[in-house]
């Protein structure tokens, strides 16, 4: 009987990813533009020209967490104003998009009071409906200015090889850059495309979005620009001050705009939007005798990830759960993912059991990570049971997908669970 619960599941699972993918394929795309100014940014410019503290918060994925165009934006604001104390709040992890970034929002970003947030999370949202990325943009959004109405925002675009650059070659944003858009005119939010420029020389000629090794050396020969090794991550030389460029050329623009004071938060866009997204640490939940919370002054990986998450708790043997019920209409874990780790048992109400692996091919390290428990119901009482599986997933297999091989046996045993926090739209009860 399980194993038709998980088929029907799976099918499910299948038609809601197909109806997602007509959703933004019927979308329809923005005019691609580097700059669009809206009511500018007029808070923080008052404040660098004044020469007080300024303090900039970069929201976003793993293009935010190079160590490119976000230092070297900082750097340009700090060599502009040099009588202000420009800092950052360095809000990126990679490989997460704005359905986490509005969870994490309050814990990484707003309790360090930002007076500008740039949010960068257009290439990550790529496989996310465009409806989904408005309900987590604009709560976001909708969060920081009832923080504090006078932080300013401007959302940021990049690209990847592929869909998104023949879009822009075309003229036109992707459809999660459209989607964001839409908000963006709605609240009045700058936004920049970092990316316009790189697909100009791309088109001409001058420059090769992906390359490595003898075919970069021979195309840097042949005085042409390399952007990335896999046309996703700009390289710092190039690809990142083509970003960095972009973003001046921008702010150039943007720094005559709007007239300080508040931003109006005014009704929503979106009723259903995120903005009472919240993140809760386990402790809130019924958890049993096996968890333990991660000490971050003894255990690495609760050091490694205290400056992103409250606490890292863990258990590693089969049959500990989690439960709790809550009030709401979304749910999602905050987790970490690595070799060790297994798979869970997901139990909602009375729908039917599922499995959620918490291993994939990139587990050769552990990353912080995130998964939907469930993201369509009611706005009514829930039930929840989270149970760790006793069966590892077939590691080998799932490595094999990225030619990668378990290098140490030991290293890759266990079924271990390491949670962040609960994640919800609604209320813990």
Not at 202 to 213: M, Q
Not at 221 to 226: E, M, N, R, T, V
Request: hydrophobic share 40%; aromatic share 8%.
């Amino acid at each position: 009987m399980r194993k038709l619960f998980v088929l029907l599941f799976v099918l499910l699972g299948m038609f809601i990813s197909a109806a997602a993918a007509d959703s933004a394929k019927s979308y329809p795309l923005r005019k691609a533009v580097e700059c669009r100014s809206r009511k500018g940014l007029p808070n923080v410019f008052s404040k660098l020209q004044q020469g007080r503290e300024v303090r900039i918060a970069y929201l976003g994925g793993s293009i935010t967490a190079q160590k490119g165009w976000r230092p070297m934006t900082l750097n340009w604001f700090q060599q502009q104003y040099p009588q202000a104390k420009v800092s950052e709040i360095n809000a990126a992890i990679g490989g997460t998009g704005s359905n986490l970034g509005v969870f994490r929002l309050e814990h990484n970003v707003l309790r360090h009071r930002p007076d500008l947030l740039f949010v960068e999370f257009a290439v990550n949202d790529g496989a996310t409906p465009p409806k989904r990325i408005q309900q987590a943009m604009e709560g976001i959004l909708r969060q920081t200015w009832k923080a504090d109405a006078m932080t300013d925002i401007c959302y940021i675009y990049t690209l990847k090889a592929g869909g998104i650059l023949e879009e822009l070659q075309n003229g036109k944003f992707s459809y999660s850059a459209s989607a964001m858009e839409e908000l963006a005119d709605y609240y009045g939010i700058p936004s920049i495309h970092m990316g316009l420029e790189v697909a100009r020389l791309e088109t001409e000629g001058k420059l090769l979005i992906k390359a490595d090794g003898t075919e970069a050396e021979q195309a840097m020969a042949a005085g042409k620009i390399i952007f990335s090794k896999d046309g996703v991550h700009p390289n710092v030389k190039y690809g990142h001050k083509l970003y960095l460029e972009a973003v001046i050329r921008a702010m150039n623009r943007i720094k005559t705009k709007g007239t300080y004071g508040p931003h109006k938060v005014g009704k929503p866009l979106l009723d259903d939007n995120w903005e009472s997204a919240k993140m809760l640490p386990l402790d809130r939940a019924q958890i049993s005798s096996g968890w333990r919370k991660l000490d971050p002054s003894k255990d690495r990986l609760a050091k490694l990830f205290q400056e992103k998450v409250p606490s890292i708790w863990c258990a590693d043997k089969p049959g500990e759960t989690i439960s709790f019920r809550f009030k709401g209409r979304v749910l999602k874990i905050y987790d970490v993912l690595g070799p060790d780790c297994g798979q869970i048992i997901v139990k909602v109400d009375d729908r039917p059991v599922r499995i959620r692996r918490r291993f994939d091919a990139y587990c050769t390290y552990h990353r912080l990570n995130s998964f939907t428990v469930v993201d369509d119901l009611t706005d009514s009482i829930h039930k929840v049971e989270l149970e760790i599986h006793p069966e590892q997933p077939d590691k080998a297999k799932i490595l094999a997908k990225r030619n990668l091989k378990i290098d140490d046996p030991a290293r890759f045993d266990g079924v271990t669970w390491y949670v962040g926090g609960i994640l919800l739209v609604g209320e813990l009860l």
